[in-house]
């Protein structure tokens, strides 16, 4: 399953970390090389990822992320503390974090979790993209369907490959 992602382009904002690497770049010159985006697999506990796209589906009411116009089940990839997955569905669970104080239906990849910094390998920018749960992706598949049949088979494993071009980045999702 395959999703391309265009680059948007924008000017640093301050307190950025592009707003900074372009303070280096002044300062530095040519010397200065900032973090490159790689092209990598972050992989996520497959229990953990269906449970995150079941509550979606589940939830009575969607809540909208950046660009989004119509509301419906999801699992947001957001990179910024650590890297993880969650549902985007809302419900009236009086308490939405758990004793750790994680947010419910969120599940870190492997490695990456809170305190870490995935912009080391994915570029510097806070990361939010959709990974549609019900609609056909490129490929024709249907992500919720592709987690089902792979937690059915046994598989343990959500991996979700990363590749960066001048156009932007391509998200492939699979299982093992």
């Given at each position: 399953?395959?999703?391309?992602?265009?680059?948007?382009?924008?000017a640093?904002?301050?307190?950025?970390?592009?707003?900074?690497?372009?303070?280096?770049?002044?300062?530095?010159?040519?010397?200065?090389?900032?973090?490159?985006?790689?092209?990598?697999?972050?992989?996520?506990?497959l229990?953990q990822?269906?449970?995150?796209?079941?509550?979606?589906?589940?939830?009575?009411e969607?809540?909208?992320?950046p660009?989004?116009?119509?509301?419906?089940?999801?699992?947001?990839?957001i990179?910024?503390?650590?890297?993880?997955?969650m549902?985007?569905?809302l419900?009236?669970t009086p308490?939405a974090?758990?004793?750790?104080?994680?947010?419910?239906?969120?599940?870190?990849?492997?490695?990456?979790?809170?305190?870490?910094?995935?912009?080391?390998?994915?570029?510097?920018?806070?990361?939010?993209?959709?990974l549609?749960?019900?609609?056909?992706?490129?490929?024709?598949?249907?992500?919720?369907?592709?987690?089902r049949?792979?937690?059915?088979?046994?598989?343990?494993?959500?991996?979700?490959?990363?590749?960066?071009?001048?156009?932007?980045?391509k998200?492939t999702?699979?299982?093992?």
């Open positions: 399953m395959t999703q391309h992602i265009p680059t948007t382009e924008t640093p904002q301050p307190g950025t970390p592009e707003y900074f690497d372009a303070l280096l770049r002044e300062v530095l010159g040519d010397a200065y090389q900032p973090t490159a985006k790689q092209d990598c697999t972050l992989t996520f506990p229990d990822v269906l449970a995150a796209a079941e509550h979606a589906i589940a939830a009575p969607h809540a909208l992320g660009c989004e116009t119509d509301a419906h089940p999801r699992l947001w990839w990179k910024g503390d650590g890297t993880f997955l549902s985007n569905g419900d009236n308490n974090r758990d004793d750790k104080g994680h947010w419910r239906h969120t599940t870190f990849a492997d490695t990456w979790g809170p305190g870490t910094f995935p912009s080391t390998i994915l570029g510097g920018d806070d990361l939010h993209e959709t549609d749960l019900t609609r056909p992706q490129g490929d024709g598949q249907i992500l919720i369907d592709m987690l049949t792979a937690a059915a088979d046994n598989a343990t494993r959500f991996l979700l490959h990363v590749a960066h071009d001048d156009e932007g980045m998200l999702m699979t299982t093992t």
